[in-house]
């Protein structure tokens, strides 16, 4: 029963994810909405892609803070496909720092991983209905590098 209504909350788009994210180059703009479908990629079956054929997915960001050759965002996302955030940064020329599979495998500041966390979640119990709220902090290598960028140290 628990499962079916969680299934139900993510289904219904009542589940809300908020990521934070370090991502290559200067974002434009201080907040935007990304509207790209994702599927299959047809030249990589391991990796995803902007597809006309694929299903629709949504990426909201905005920016926390401007670095020299980087972004800081918050990432928010209003559908669940696979890899949605990295697809879409990486498809808008910003991919997420670390990304071996969709930022052509540069890792500069030698992460294992990708700088993208999942910062909360919030949604309603599946048996007691009380809205839940769970956050993580940043694991010390995204806050690492964090304090590199801030201090100005080039890679």
């Known amino acids: 029963m628990a499962h079916i209504n969680m299934s139900n909350q993510i289904q219904n788009r009542k589940v809300k994810k908020i990521y934070l994210a370090l991502v290559r180059g200067n974002v434009s703009d201080e907040e935007a909405v990304i509207d790209m479908p994702i599927g299959r990629s047809t030249k990589d079956r391991k ?16 920016v926390l803070q401007r670095f020299n050759g980087y972004t800081f965002l918050e990432v928010r ?65 995204f806050e690492e590098v964090l304090e590199y960028l801030r201090k100005g140290i080039q890679v």
């Not at 995803?48 to 990426?59: D, E, L, Q, R, Y």
């Open 47 to 62: 990796k995803m892609a902007v597809t006309a054929k694929g299903k629709n997915a949504i990426t909201h960001f905005k």
């Open 77 to 141: 996302i209003e559908t669940g496909r696979t890899h949605q955030i990295r697809v879409h940064m990486a498809q808008i020329g910003h991919p997420v720092v670390g990304d071996g599979v969709y930022s052509n495998g540069k890792n500069e500041f030698g992460v294992e991983g990708q700088m993208l966390h999942a910062k909360s979640l919030d949604f309603k119990h599946p048996i007691t209905n009380e809205q839940m709220h769970l956050e993580a902090p940043l694991p010390k290598y």
